[in-house]
């Protein structure tokens, strides 16, 4: 996430490319020097939880297609399951983390912070949270189809 951010803070251009999807509303482009490293940002409602959710829909410069849309309902219809199988390791990380650094907490509550969308061809794609009590640090979670790789980026 860090280094789409710098692509951005060193890509953009003078005025940003938006769209509005009728599926994720207003997206930004957030062009990479290699065009099909970019992505489009936005933020809206999560059905699942009613709280805004932020997207990355990897798809290059072309907008989101009608396949990003379904994985993305897809995401909403199956996300009861997916937290399941994401919570053990969310708090086992974070428990993990918080403990090298001498913290420690009982009792654990995250915030999902942002769904990334894969490209049409790759079904690679992450979920970040953040923890109610560490409020500065963000969890990505990896996953491959539907399953949880076991691989927790932290960023802090």
């Known amino acids: 996430m860090s280094i789409r951010l710098l692509n951005w803070t ?4 003078s005025k940003p490319r938006q769209i509005e999807d009728p599926v994720f ?24 939880t009613g709280s805004e959710v932020s997207y990355e829909i990897e798809s290059g410069q072309a907008a989101p297609s009608e396949s990003h849309r379904t994985f993305y309902r897809d995401i909403e219809a199956r996300y009861s399951e997916l937290l399941g199988l994401v919570a053990p390791l969310l708090e086992s990380e974070c428990a993990a983390q918080m403990a090298a650094c001498d913290v420690f907490f009982s009792q654990l509550s995250f915030r999902r912070e942002t769904l990334c969308i894969p490209g049409s061809e790759s079904m690679e794609w992450s979920l970040v949270f953040s923890c109610v009590q560490w409020d500065d640090a963000l969890f990505t979670v990896h996953v ?5 790789t076991g691989k927790i980026s932290v960023m802090d």
Request: charged share 30%; net charge positive; aromatic share 16%.
């Open 144 to 148: 491959k189809d539907w399953q949880p």
């Open 25 to 48: 509303g207003k997206l930004r482009l957030v062009e990479a020097k290699n065009p099909s490293e970019s992505y489009w940002r936005g933020c809206g409602r999560f059905g699942p």
């Open 10 to 13: 060193f890509n953009k251009s």
